[in-house]
């Protein structure tokens, strides 16, 4: 979407390596999601964002994955010791309390 | 703790049948949203809708409408008169107005065929 700009666009790592993941949205909105869509699944919520701090970090599949938000705006998430299963698309969205979310065309990441 | 069920996985009909996606919720609050999105093949998510809990009047949008039902915590999709360009994964997703954590169902599959 317009409002949210995600980068990179595709990621092919090596298992074992970190990588970070950066989600840039237009200002002016509270809240940032971070989602995780596996191959013709749902959405898989991670972790979001009520300005810089994380109220809910439930979502995160395990301690190899962390995020972080600077200045209300852009955020990071990254992923450590990278494995096959992390192979997905991230999604970032952005929205504001009770408004709809705009998302991000998201970073493909592929682990070999 | 909030939850979205899709019950459907996959949809399929042929082209100009009404089709309808289902949509159950839970949740403890009592203000909350409630949201359609959906997924063409190119990917990205695409809102279509969204209600918050004390509005249960339904809504047509074109071929779209909305059915929400408190007394039964479902919100769900109809389209009439399919078209070969609404085939997509359908997603409903609830949020509410304390925390703002939007969660989503795990999706409808929609295919339409000429």
């Known amino acids: 979407g317009a409002g949210v700009s995600q980068s990179p666009s595709n990621k092919v790592t090596e298992k074992g390596k970190d990588v970070e993941l950066r989600c840039d949205p237009i200002?002016?909105?509270?809240?940032l999601y971070w989602y995780r869509q596996s191959l013709g699944q749902g959405l898989e919520f991670l972790i979001y964002?009520?300005?810089?701090?994380?109220?809910?970090k439930s979502g995160l599949p395990s301690d190899r994955f962390s995020a972080e938000r600077t200045g209300g705006s852009v955020s990071t998430l990254t992923i450590q010791r990278t494995q096959q299963e992390d192979s997905a698309v991230y999604l970032c969205?952005?929205?504001?309390?009770?408004?709809?979310?705009?998302f991000g065309q998201g970073t493909r990441l592929t682990v070999v | 703790a909030q939850k979205v069920t899709q019950a459907q996985t996959e949809i399929s009909v042929v082209e100009k049948e009404d089709v309808t996606l289902d949509c159950v919720y839970e949740?403890?609050?009592?203000?909350?949203?409630l949201f359609w999105y959906k997924q063409p093949p190119s990917g990205e998510l695409v809102f279509l809708i969204r209600?918050?809990?004390?509005?249960?009047q339904n809504e047509i949008s074109g071929r779209y409408s909305w059915n929400f039902q408190k007394s039964t915590s479902s919100f769900n999709f109809t389209i009439t008169a399919s078209q070969v360009v609404d085939s997509a994964v359908y997603f409903c997703?609830?949020?509410?107005?304390?925390?703002?954590?939007?969660?989503f169902g795990a999706g409808t599959r929609l295919t339409v065929k000429p």
């Open positions: 949740t403890r609050d009592t203000t909350y949203y």
């Open positions: 200002s002016g909105h509270t809240a």
């Open positions: 969205a952005i929205g504001g309390r009770g408004t709809e979310a705009f």
């Open positions: 964002f009520q300005g810089n701090s994380a109220p809910d």
């Open positions: 997703a609830l949020s509410d107005a304390f925390n703002n954590d939007m969660r």
């Open positions: 209600r918050n809990s004390f509005d249960e």
